[in-house]
């Protein structure tokens, strides 16, 4: 919602406002990197891996909109976004405490709820917080800020277990399997939750909205009908562009949640050949997936970057085509490669794929949605994340053994493909052009 005229904020500001997400994207870097493995230490089964990971999309789906739809309508001394960010920040900490303790797998997966919830309770507000904040012409910098963080949190997540092999070796393992690096990684991921975000609400408050827009929120009370009444207008109102991108959402965000989930199997099998999750060989594997995970977020950190006058040239729409493209070539390569370097270069395309999904489909529904409803279509436009994700789970265990072998380089294969065809549905989206700069008086 707009409230006071807004000012231009200075690049400074920008990242001060974005360096919560560093922490935010920390934890999912985390999640990303070492869940997998941690379910495989504890016993889990390939074929049924991905109902494990059920906790992201289906917090998600429940948490994000109705976040939303309560961020739009409250108004409080802290403002209207920072009680949720703030809120979800405390769970997030504690549950990444916790999450290397696990003693079974129906603890770990446990705590993957509570974490996946902390986590959703903290996206949709932060995503809404940069949109009110920034006059349009700023946005891409904002979002694409926002990827930037994402890269280099992820980048510093997975190479975490790494850099700690310089002080505890990595065979040191806990009564469970676990091994300790992973447990200090987890540790440090608390830390940065909580710290990360209370530094950006400190320093680029949010803007006091104005008696009129107090008034107006008085007139529509946060109460839970009220809530549900104004997520089923805004999907009954939905912009049309919005629905556009619902298609390259599909592809390619059950292309990447199949990836994260199997890219360490991939490895194992491509380059150690094992697929037992119990030998020092997978325990390798993890640790070069990890790498190749820092590896791609740190290109995704300078590419998110890069991208920025890119998008301001040619839109963010054609450029998340060519992102997407380079991300789908990439997963196609992986299952042939024979060496860990082949490996590495690989993910050049998978980090600029990943900087444009968390950046580029930002800017485009920015241009799409009223700025009053930016809460709610944040959170609704979660649902086209964890639809997708929601789907690969459900529908992965069903064809993973008779359709793709059991062979987890073939799910990789079929992500290839969903990402091109992500980056063609793209085309389609009628947003994302280059937007013309507005002189306004700068503050910050």
């Not at 707009?2 to 999640?31: C, H, T, V, W």
């Not at 089964?45 to 994000?64: D, F, I, K, S």
């Not at 509570?114 to 012409?137: F, H, K, S, W």
């Not at 008034?215 to 997520?231: C, G, H, N, V, Y």
């Amino acid at each position: 919602m707009q409230s006071i005229a807004k000012p231009r904020l200075s690049l400074l500001r920008i990242i001060e406002m974005n360096i919560g997400f560093f922490g935010l994207q920390f934890s999912f870097g985390l999640q990303q990197a070492n869940m997998g493995p941690i379910y495989g230490f504890l016993g889990a089964e390939e074929a049924t891996m991905p109902l494990l990971w059920l906790a992201g999309p289906m917090t998600g789906l429940l948490v994000q909109p109705i976040i939303g739809a309560m961020s739009d309508r409250t108004s409080s001394r802290y403002g209207r976004r920072t009680p949720y960010f703030l809120i979800g920040a405390i769970i997030c900490s504690l549950s990444l405490f916790l999450m290397p303790y696990s003693s079974t797998l129906w603890m770990a997966a446990g705590l993957l709820w509570i974490l996946d919830a902390g986590n959703n309770i903290t996206m949709e507000p932060y995503r809404a917080y940069v949109a009110d904040r920034l006059v349009p012409d700023q946005r891409s910098i904002g979002f694409l800020t926002q990827s930037a963080f994402t890269g280099l949190a992820q980048t510093l997540s997975y190479l975490a277990p790494t850099l700690l092999t310089s002080f505890v070796a990595r065979d040191v393992l806990d009564a469970n399997g676990i091994p300790v690096v992973v447990k200090i990684a987890f540790i440090i991921g608390a830390i940065l939750s909580i710290s990360t975000i209370a530094w950006s609400v400190w320093r680029v408050p949010e803007l006091p909205m104005s008696d009129e827009e107090k008034a107006t929120l008085a007139d529509r009370p946060l109460t839970p009908a009220a809530t549900l009444a104004d997520i089923v207008s805004a999907i009954r109102e939905m912009p049309k562009a919005m629905r556009q991108l619902s298609l390259a959402m599909l592809c390619q965000w059950y292309a990447m949640f199949a990836y994260w989930q199997y890219i360490t199997f991939a490895v194992g099998r491509s380059l150690y050949d094992t697929s037992d999750p119990s030998s020092a060989a997978f325990r390798d594997a993890t640790l070069t997936t990890q790498q190749a995970g820092a590896l791609y977020n740190f290109i995704a950190f300078l590419g998110a970057l890069l991208l920025i006058p890119v998008v301001r040239k040619l839109g963010a729409r054609l450029t998340h085509a060519f992102c997407l493209t380079a991300s789908g070539i990439a997963m196609l390569l992986i299952p042939g490669v024979e060496t860990t370097a082949a490996l590495f270069m690989l993910m050049l395309g998978i980090g600029i794929g990943w900087a444009g999904m968390m950046g580029n489909t930002y800017v485009m529904l920015a241009d799409a949605i009223p700025p009053e409803r930016n809460g709610i279509y944040m959170g609704i436009f979660n649902m086209f994340i964890v639809i997708p994700m929601l789907i690969q789970t459900l529908t992965m265990p069903l064809f993973y053994e008779p359709l793709l072998g059991g062979d987890p380089r073939n799910v990789l294969l079929l992500g290839g493909g969903l990402m091109i065809l992500g980056a063609i549905a793209t085309m389609f989206v009628d947003a994302g052009r280059p937007v013309p700069k507005v002189m306004q008086p700068q503050a910050g």
